[in-house]
């Protein structure tokens, strides 16, 4: 393979992650404001907040992945075959991944362990470590230094940091 081919394959292999890590900084977003939401109610359980991230992560996908369908249709002018539809589908799967850990807390209150409260304390954390995570491997993806890495990951931590206090501000 030549070099040209080369740089083409690992041009391509960077936009199909970094496809896949804004698909789950948009799926962890959406679940952090769910989570914001939930918190209101003080009657909330366990079973309506897992239910409420993961649907409404699920139908983000929804629309977010026909959106998509619809603008490359537009683009290339016709149809779009069904393989194509798949891969749409498959691309934005990590916007419903990213629901369904930030949900998983909610489990624990389930099995006893944790109150609610703590476990939207706790899911509310992990959305905003897999944000920070996320920054960090958009850094590695691009090949940058370790210090930008960081900045990566702080910058994103702090995407989410503002999102959960716009959301607590609005909702308290």
């Known amino acids: 393979m030549s070099t040209e081919h ?3 394959d690992a041009t391509e292999k960077r936009s199909i992650d970094g496809h896949r890590l804004s698909e789950f900084i948009y799926g962890t977003v959406t679940a952090l404001v769910a989570i914001a939401g939930i918190s209101t109610d003080a009657e909330a359980r366990w079973t309506n ?8 992560a699920t139908a983000v996908w929804a ?3 026909y959106s998509h369908a619809i603008s490359q249709r537009i683009a290339g002018g016709r149809r ?3 393989h194509e539809i798949w ?3 498959r691309g934005s799967w990590p916007i419903v991944t990213a629901g369904f850990l930030v949900a998983t807390p909610f489990l624990l209150v389930a099995l006893g362990v944790l109150t609610m409260t703590a ?10 470590a ?3 995570i996320v920054g960090y491997l958009s850094g590695v ?17 702090g995407l989410g940091l503002i999102i959960v206090i716009l959301e607590f501000a609005t909702h308290h």
Do not use: C, N
């Not at 476990?119 to 905003?128: I, P």
């Open 80 to 82: 779009l075959h069904g």
């Open 6 to 8: 080369q740089q083409v």
């Open 49 to 56: 907040a897992v239910a409420i991230i993961v649907i409404g």
């Open 63 to 65: 629309a977010h992945a």
């Open 87 to 89: 891969e749409i589908l």
């Open 119 to 128: 476990a939207l304390d706790l899911a509310s954390l992990l959305g905003l």
């Open 141 to 157: 993806a691009t090949g940058e230094a370790i210090p930008r890495r960081l900045t990566l990951a702080a910058l994103s931590l």
């Open 130 to 132: 897999i944000l920070a």
